[in-house]
């Protein structure tokens, strides 16, 4: 899932609002980071947003004996 995507879901910003960072910065763009500046989003909000994105890996195996 793209970290716009969830941004949208969690009800951080507005489809619109993505899209107007793809327009202006390109599919490259650190969607994230431009909402940030241009104060749409703040830093905890992507945090938690990345957290979902890659989710932590699985725990490992139990030894053999």
Do not use: C, H, N, R
Not at 2 to 7: D, S
Not at 36 to 43: K, S
């Amino acid at each position: 899932m793209k970290i716009g995507e969830i941004l949208v879901s969690k009800g951080y910003v507005t489809q619109q609002q993505v899209d107007g960072v793809l327009a202006v910065k390109g599919p490259d763009a650190q969607v994230g980071q431009v909402l940030i500046q241009w104060g749409l989003l703040t830093e905890q909000q992507l945090m938690e947003a990345l957290e979902i994105q890659t989710p932590p890996p699985p725990p490992p195996p139990p030894p053999q004996p």
